[in-house]
C-alpha cells in the first residue's frame, strides 16, 4: 500500500469487510505489528523513527478506550499525563473545541453515545496532531450524532488532516464534506490519493 495524502483535507478510507481497513489503521498507528514487510512514516521507517512519526498522529480506533467513573476532564488529564504532554491548558481548549466544556463533574458512564464519541476525538486531538485518523466515528449514531461529529469534521479539518474508517455510511452526511476516497482491496487513483493494496505497506504523507 503506496498512500500520499494532503494536509487540511479529509480522505475516507472504504472497502469489503475484510479487506484489512482496521488493521492498517492499527498498523500505521502502533496497536499491531506487520509480520513481514515494511512500514514507513513520512518516510522514516525503523522501530524508534516510528515511535517518533506516530507523535504526529491523533487516532480513535474502534471504540474509545475511556474510564466510566472520571469526568471527561479527568479522562483527557489521564491521557495528557501518559502522552507527557505538559500544557494542561490543552484539555480545556480541546473540550471547548468538542462542545463537552460544560460536562462539568458527569461521569462518563452517564453520557450519551454521541458524547462519547465526541471524548474519543478529544482524546486524539490531545496532542495537536499533523495526522487524524477515526475508525467509524459514526458507528451507531442517530442521525443527529452524525451530523454533531459531522459539523466537528468540519471545524477542525482545516487544522490538519482526517484520515476516516468510514462503513455503512448514511446518505451524504459524511460523505459530502470528504475531498478524496481511497479503496482498501483494488487499485485507486483520484487527484491527492493513490493507493494499491499488497503486503508490504509504506505510508508517505505531503
Known amino acids: 500500500m503506496n498512500l500520499q495524502i494532503k494536509k ?4 475516507g478510507f472504504i472497502g469489503q469487510n475484510g479487506a484489512g481497513k482496521t488493521t492498517f489503521l492499527r498498523l ?16 522514516n521507517s525503523g522501530t ?6 506516530r507523535k504526529r498522529i491523533g487516532s480513535m480506533i474502534e471504540t474509545p478506550a475511556l474510564f466510566p467513573s472520571m469526568t471527561a476532564y479527568q479522562n483527557m488529564e489521564v491521557q495528557r499525563i501518559q502522552r507527557g504532554i505538559p500544557d494542561k491548558s490543552v484539555i480545556k481548549r480541546t473540550l471547548d473545541m468538542v462542545g463537552l466544556q460544560d460536562t462539568g463533574k458527569k461521569s462518563v458512564r452517564n453520557f450519551s453515545l454521541g458524547m462519547r464519541q465526541r471524548l474519543g476525538i478529544a482524546i486524539a486531538l490531545l ?10 466515528p459514526i458507528n451507531g449514531l442517530d442521525p443527529a450524532g452524525i451530523v454533531e461529529i459531522r459539523n ?3 471545524i477542525i479539518y482545516a487544522f490538519l488532516t482526517i484520515f ?4 455503512k455510511c448514511p446518505q451524504s452526511l459524511i460523505l459530502s464534506a470528504l475531498r478524496a476516497f481511497c479503496f482498501c482491496g483494488k ?8 493507493l494499491y493494496f499488497r503486503y ?7
Do not use: C, M
Not at 187 to 194: A, E, G, N, Q
Open 127 to 136: 496532542n495537536t496532531p499533523e495526522l487524524l485518523i477515526l475508525d467509524e
Open 200 to 206: 508490504q505497506t509504506w505510508l508517505k504523507s505531503w
Open 152 to 154: 466537528l469534521l468540519k
Open 28 to 43: 500505521v498507528t502502533g496497536l499491531a505489528f506487520p509480520t513481514s514487510g515494511t512500514l514507513s512514516l513520512w518516510g
Open 164 to 167: 476516516l474508517y468510514l462503513l
Open 8 to 11: 487540511g483535507k479529509i480522505y
Open 187 to 194: 487499485p485507486h487513483i483520484s487527484r491527492s490519493i493513490f
Open 48 to 53: 524508534e523513527e516510528l515511535q517518533k512519526q
